[in-house]
């Protein structure tokens, strides 16, 4: 007789197992990295923004599932909105039908953008990026993406090549025919426009990798030269958008910026179902879908199914029933001037940008010859170490995860779920400042742990 399938049983069997089914069966180098730097922990349950250790330890969540959990996990109204769709078993993914989710679904994320009249749902946000680029080089005519130094849009290859790390792209060319111009850089821009051969240029509004802001007006210039020359402006708010910055997108924080393509996904999945959104202008979509023998030209094999529908649903009744916007704002705000009042305090600490629930905290050169001298042995051996020295203590000693904006950047990023309060703020301050305070005794253990740091960056060179 086959034995029915009962997940907890198989978890209390199997679970302790997880790092080693990681290094046989998946990325082997995750469990490799966690073990060196002292994160693999072992979870057992989450709730709101924090999780619990198998001591029962909570830990408070800076990190969000890299802008996922926007609702911390396990939101009671996804939940039970998600257990509904199942219960009512849907005939669902049918192709040859109209459910009624999906429309609902895109009327509702219209109502946050008045500009824009229809949506394409897929799975991801890379997904969301490539439907962006396939649209805007249909309706243009032209084959190029312009995309800003630094971005990141996805790893799949048609986002990959709007890639702005290098990291990323080597070894995987050739790529699609798009150019980097620097973020701010509206000569850079019109030059390439010039050329005439570009659909769009694609940004972030605040680029996730070290947390840089587009320069104030600089989004409603660049529409304006990208349509002087028949382009598009593809915003991508795959992270920043659903509440993250304050606003509903973070393009929204500058008057009079209308993208003709928009992309999300993280945050609208509740943390829970996969899912991508692509929204533009109706003759954008008119154009793509111009005939029924085109109904199919672009698809997604689960887009539009009616959990990933339902849990975008909940999300943003969520939103709008517990303010989680104006949250984000007034929570974000005290998080980042408490922060930005220790730049004078601490030599090593340099800037403290961003908006809303999107916090960059950047590291520098300190002018102590003896901070310096020691800052000076990280930076050779790897730029980028002491943040990163910074980001483990703050697990290993005060349970709170964070993680460095980006590779070889002395830069950390927060970006913890939009309901966090005042107590978690009291909570992350307290816990940065006593590692800054171990930071400039000039010894203590996060310098000891800094060998540790130095000799792992040598070895892999």
Same mark, same amino acid.
């Given at each position: 007789?086959?034995?029915?399938?009962?997940?907890?049983?198989?978890?209390?069997e199997?679970g302790a197992?997880?790092?080693?089914?990681?290094?046989?069966?998946?990325?082997?180098?995750?469990?490799?990295?966690?073990?060196?730097?002292?994160?693999?922990k072992?979870?057992?349950?989450?709730?709101?923004?924090h999780?619990?250790?198998a001591?029962g330890n909570?830990?408070?969540?800076?990190?969000?599932?890299?802008?996922?959990?926007?609702l911390?996990?396990?939101?009671?109204?996804?939940?039970k909105?998600?257990?509904?769709?199942?219960?009512?078993?849907?005939?669902?993914?049918?192709?040859?039908?109209?459910?009624?989710?999906?429309?609902?679904?895109? %009327?509702?994320?219209?109502?946050?953008s008045?500009?824009?009249?229809?949506?394409?749902?897929?799975?991801?946000?890379?997904?969301?990026?490539?439907?962006?680029?396939?649209?805007?080089?249909?309706?243009?005519?032209?084959?190029?993406?312009?995309?800003?130094?630094?971005?990141?849009?996805?790893?799949?290859?048609?986002?990959l090549?709007?890639?702005?790390e290098?990291?990323?792209?080597?070894?995987?060319?050739?790529?699609?025919?798009?150019t980097?111009?620097?973020?701010?850089?509206?000569?850079?821009?019109?030059?390439?426009?010039?050329?005439?051969?570009?659909?769009a240029?694609?940004?972030?509004?605040?680029?996730?990798?070290?947390?840089? %802001?587009?320069?104030?007006?600089?989004?409603? =210039?660049?529409?304006?030269?990208?349509?002087?020359?028949?382009?598009?402006?593809i915003?991508?708010?795959?992270?920043?958008g659903?509440?993250?910055?304050?606003?509903?997108?973070?393009y929204?924080? %500058?008057?009079?910026?209308e993208?003709?393509?928009?992309?999300?996904?993280?945050?609208?999945?509740?943390?829970?179902?996969?899912?991508?959104?692509?929204?533009?202008?109706?003759?954008?979509?008119?154009?793509?879908?111009?005939s029924?023998?085109?109904?199919?030209v672009?698809?997604?094999?689960?887009?539009?199914?009616?959990?990933?529908?339902?849990?975008?649903?909940?999300?943003?009744?969520?939103?709008?029933?517990e303010?989680?916007?104006?949250?984000?704002?007034?929570?974000?705000?005290?998080?980042k001037?408490?922060?930005?009042?220790?730049?004078?305090?601490?030599?090593l600490?340099?800037?403290?940008?961003?908006?809303?629930l999107?916090i960059?905290?950047?590291?520098?050169?300190?002018?102590?010859?003896?901070?310096r001298?020691?800052?000076?042995?990280?930076?050779?051996?790897?730029?980028?170490?002491?943040?990163?020295?910074?980001?483990v203590?703050?697990?290993?000693?005060?349970?709170?995860?964070?993680?460095?904006?980006?590779?070889?950047?002395e830069?950390?990023k927060?970006?913890?779920?939009?309901?966090?309060?005042?107590?978690?703020?009291?909570?992350?301050?307290?816990?940065?400042?006593?590692?800054?305070?171990?930071?400039?005794?000039?010894?203590?253990l996060?310098?000891?742990?800094?060998?540790?740091?130095?000799?792992q960056?040598? =070895?892999?060179?």
């Open positions: 007789m086959t034995k029915e399938f009962d997940l907890g049983a198989l978890l209390a199997r197992e997880r790092y080693e089914l990681h290094s046989k069966y998946l990325n082997h180098q995750l469990p490799r990295m966690l073990h060196t730097i002292g994160f693999d072992v979870y057992e349950r989450a709730e709101g923004a999780f619990w250790d001591d909570d830990h408070l969540d800076m990190l969000a599932g890299f802008g996922v959990m926007g911390g996990r396990h939101h009671p109204v996804v939940r909105a998600l257990h509904d769709v199942l219960d009512a078993s849907l005939a669902d993914l049918t192709r040859f039908d109209c459910q009624p989710l999906p429309g609902l679904l895109a %009327e509702k994320l219209l109502t946050y008045p500009h824009l009249d229809r949506v394409f749902f897929g799975n991801s946000g890379t997904e969301a990026v490539e439907t962006a680029l396939k649209f805007a080089r249909y309706v243009t005519g032209k084959p190029r993406i312009l995309y800003c130094d630094h971005a990141f849009h996805g790893l799949t290859t048609g986002s090549s709007v890639n702005g290098d990291g990323f792209r080597d070894g995987f060319a050739p790529l699609l025919p798009d980097a111009v620097p973020l701010g850089d509206l000569d850079a821009l019109a030059r390439e426009l010039k050329k005439g051969d570009v659909a240029l694609i940004v972030e509004p605040i680029q996730g990798k070290g947390v840089h %802001e587009a320069p104030p007006s600089y989004l409603r =210039a660049a529409q304006q030269l990208l349509h002087k020359h028949k382009a598009l402006l915003a991508d708010e795959v992270q920043t659903l509440g993250r910055t304050g606003d509903f997108y973070a929204q924080h %500058e008057e009079g910026v993208p003709d393509l928009v992309c999300v996904a993280k945050a609208l999945s509740g943390g829970y179902v996969p899912v991508g959104a692509t929204l533009g202008k109706d003759w954008i979509f008119k154009k793509v879908y111009s029924m023998d085109r109904v199919l672009h698809s997604a094999s689960f887009g539009s199914n009616a959990q990933a529908m339902t849990a975008g649903l909940a999300v943003l009744s969520v939103m709008e029933n303010q989680i916007v104006a949250n984000a704002r007034a929570t974000g705000e005290q998080l001037s408490r922060l930005a009042a220790l730049i004078d305090k601490y030599e600490l340099a800037d403290v940008r961003g908006r809303g999107m960059g905290i950047e590291f520098g050169r300190p002018k102590s010859l003896k901070l001298s020691r800052w000076t042995m990280l930076q050779a051996a790897r730029k980028g170490l002491f943040a990163q020295m910074v980001v203590p703050l697990l290993q000693r005060h349970r709170i995860l964070t993680q460095v904006s980006g590779d070889h950047l830069v950390i927060l970006i913890p779920p939009l309901i966090i309060g005042e107590q978690d703020v009291d909570r992350f301050v307290d816990a940065f400042t006593a590692v800054m305070d171990d930071a400039h005794s000039g010894g203590g996060m310098w000891d742990f800094s060998k540790t740091l130095v000799k960056a040598v =070895a892999n060179r």
